[in-house]
């Protein structure tokens, strides 16, 4: 039972257009979600995050929105840089301590 | 401010036998969260330790056991491993409270031959 799912395993994008990273899950109770980027060999290195109480959140060339009707959330990066290639997980928790995350995206900008 | 450091960084084991691998939570940090990963999938959540107590836990078995120091650093033991046990754990450190961030260590990948 995957309550987060990440449809598509990798994405490629041209330097410079925007990326477009999506998340579902199913747990209507999530409340809380996050995005992480991680490289090889790297822990998950934390992004951005957003409650469910907003629809939008922004910071600096990345942005989170939040459907809650959908039960889907995304992430774009504008414009997009090489050094953002890497695999983006999204997680999502309800209120706990317990996070559950997705299986990852992995995101390749081409030069 | 130090961040999340796990040691060790690579391991090997043999089936049946037993590991520990340890964190040292970020600064100010008073919570820790052990994830397992295995390839190609997500971090899964093993348990959180909070005031040296577990605070939660995951779908692993009792013989994945933890503890929490003081200091906020951590350990995770695991008993009797097993083949599926190979994989990259991460630990996590955050401060407890509404809409924790988590931070993570680099992980410890361990290979169970």
């Known amino acids: 039972d995957q309550q987060v799912k990440q449809n598509s395993p990798s994405l490629s994008v041209q330097e410079g257009r925007i990326s477009i990273l999506n998340c579902d899950y199913t747990?209507?109770?999530?409340?809380?979600f996050l995005w992480y980027k991680k490289y090889p060999a790297e822990g998950p290195t934390f992004l951005i995050s957003i409650s469910s109480i907003k629809d939008k959140n922004e910071d600096g060339r990345f942005t989170v929105f939040l459907n809650k009707s959908a039960k889907h959330l995304s992430l774009h990066i504008v414009p997009s840089q090489p050094g953002d290639s890497a695999v983006y997980f999204c997680a999502a928790g309800a209120g706990t301590y317990k996070y559950i995350f997705g299986t990852g995206t992995r995101l390749k900008v081409l030069a | 401010e130090t961040g999340v450091t796990q040691s060790p960084t690579h391991l090997i084991k043999t089936r049946g036998q037993q590991v520990t691998l340890r964190c040292s939570s970020q600064s100010g940090h008073n919570t820790v969260s052990w994830y397992q990963q295995a390839l190609g999938q997500g971090p899964q959540f093993i348990f959180q330790y909070y005031r040296e107590e577990e605070n939660g836990r995951g779908n692993f078995p009792p013989r994945f056991s933890g503890l929490q120091f003081p200091n906020y650093s951590s350990e995770l033991n695991v008993n009797a491993l097993e083949l599926d046990d190979s994989a990259l754990y991460l630990c996590?450190?955050?401060?407890?409270?509404?809409?924790?961030?988590?931070?993570f260590g680099s992980g410890t990948q361990l290979s169970v031959l």
């Open positions: 747990n209507s109770m999530f409340d809380y």
């Open positions: 996590a450190s955050s401060l407890a409270g509404v809409e924790e961030k988590l931070f």
